[in-house]
């Protein structure tokens, strides 16, 4: 398949490049912007969430599937995207947001037995949203207490029922028509839940991964990762055919092969999350090995950049790792010329605190880093100290690097090409 061993590169539509003076990124900015991912050697591109959304968790509370912002353009826009993305050979993936809608989806409103609802007036157990506070939220229409995962703003979809089942399968069908080659799978983990809404039990201290808050607190067993979870994923499989599907399972690596039956492939998060220590690594990097179908992945626009996660001195031996694991890799926005965390924005635009990840991308040494004519969402962090141009053609820098380790692959990938600390 083509993603066995591809460098998928992952775009933050908000903040890669604007082309009309808004100060926030397009479709159009992404397309005038391909001849980077061409130069830098990539085989494919994610985009993360690009349709309309009331911007509670930026773009990934959706209120249309099928739709495209018009802040990020038009469906025409993305056309002519997916099309000079395949002149140039490079694949599209999207993000589908399966586990949740906005709230202002139009389906909360019409269609409210496609979400899932406390049987009493209140919330019926212990589940903690993943940024903080109870997972269940009175419904401002007065039907009763709703789940949401993730923010109030985010009520969950009941993938018990064949209804929301048949309709995301024709969200994907609807992109694999417009010619996207795949899709990342967000919050995959948490579509189906326990029948019985048992409470979770108090966390046992086992799990390696960060949560926030009260989440914290528990061990999620009752509130996702349910067995069910694959024949959910089975008729996604349906929909999809042989596109790729990547998976965000925010799980120990041990539970990752209920995934991987449906799944092509599901992010190595041990491993994003692992200290920047050689023994650390190495825990973090087998167990996914054997597994044989993870992405490996070092940063994303949820947790501290790469370059401030490890330290500016760690930041080639970071790719050389990276690049040099077996398997497929996807790199970060701008993590090829070491961007580091930014002071996000205040009052903060993302409640969970992860502006600073969200910064725009610097593509020239000019105060707004040739990211917009405009005045940028959030401001570029350091253009004169970093940006694509100073790096292009620099044999010493990040980017030529990256550059080198990706047309390198093909001769140096396996373990035995691992930097040695
Ligand atoms: C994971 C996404 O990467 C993150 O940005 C989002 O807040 C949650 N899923 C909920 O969709």
């Known amino acids: 398949m083509w993603w066995e061993d591809a460098v998928v590169y992952q775009i933050y539509p908000r903040s890669f490049q604007d082309s009309d003076g808004d100060g926030i990124g397009d479709l159009r900015g992404i397309e005038q912007r391909l001849d980077h991912l061409a130069y830098l050697g990539v085989d494919a591109f994610w985009l993360s969430p690009i349709y309309p959304s009331p911007l509670a968790d930026f773009g990934y509370d959706v209120s249309d599937y099928t739709a495209v912002d018009p802040v990020f353009g038009t469906l025409d826009d993305f056309d002519s ?6 002149e140039r050979g490079l694949r599209v993936l999207l993000d589908l947001v399966p586990s949740h809608t906005s709230i202002e989806h139009p389906w909360f409103r019409e269609h409210p037995d496609r979400y899932i609802w406390s049987p009493v007036d209140g919330p019926p157990n212990n589940w903690a949203a993943a940024f903080g506070g109870p997972a269940w939220s009175q419904d401002p229409g007065g039907r009763g207490w709703y789940l949401h995962t993730f923010y109030p703003e985010q009520p969950d979809l009941n993938w018990r029922s064949p209804e929301v089942v048949r309709a995301m399968q024709d969200v994907v069908r609807f992109w694999l028509a417009r010619g996207v080659d795949g899709f990342r799978v967000d919050a995959v983990n ?25 989440a914290a607190e528990l061990d999620h067993v009752y509130s996702g990762n349910r067995p069910e979870v694959t024949e959910a994923l089975a008729a996604l499989r349906e929909a999809a055919g042989d596109a790729l599907l990547v998976g965000e399972v925010y799980l120990a690596t041990s539970e990752y092969p209920r995934y991987l039956e449906h799944l092509d492939l599901v ?5 994003l999350h692992s200290p920047w220590d050689r023994q650390r690594l190495r825990k973090a990097i087998e167990p996914a090995l054997a597994l044989g179908r993870v992405a490996w992945v070092l940063s994303n626009h949820d947790f501290p950049r790469l370059a401030t996660r490890v330290g500016e001195d760690h930041l080639r031996e970071a790719a050389e790792l990276l690049l040099s694991l077996p398997g497929t890799a996807f790199i970060y926005q701008g993590d090829e010329i070491g961007l580091v965390d930014g002071p996000g924005a205040d009052p903060p635009f993302d409640r969970a605190g992860r502006d600073r990840h969200r910064h725009p991308m610097q593509w020239d040494a000019t105060p707004n880093g040739g990211f917009t004519t405009g005045t940028p969402w959030l401001p570029p962090v350091d253009p004169e100290r970093r940006n694509v141009e100073a790096q292009r053609g620099d044999p010493a820098s990040l980017l030529e690097h990256y550059r080198d380790l990706i047309s390198r692959r093909p001769e140096r990938r396996g373990t035995e090409f691992l930097p040695e600390w």
């Open 81 to 86: 995207l997916v099309a000079a993305a395949h």
């Open 190 to 214: 948490g579509i189906v839940k326990d029948a019985d809404l048992r409470d979770d039990p108090p966390a046992s201290g086992a799990f390696p991964l960060p949560l926030m808050g009260d």
């Open 267 to 271: 992010f190595a998060f041990e491993l």
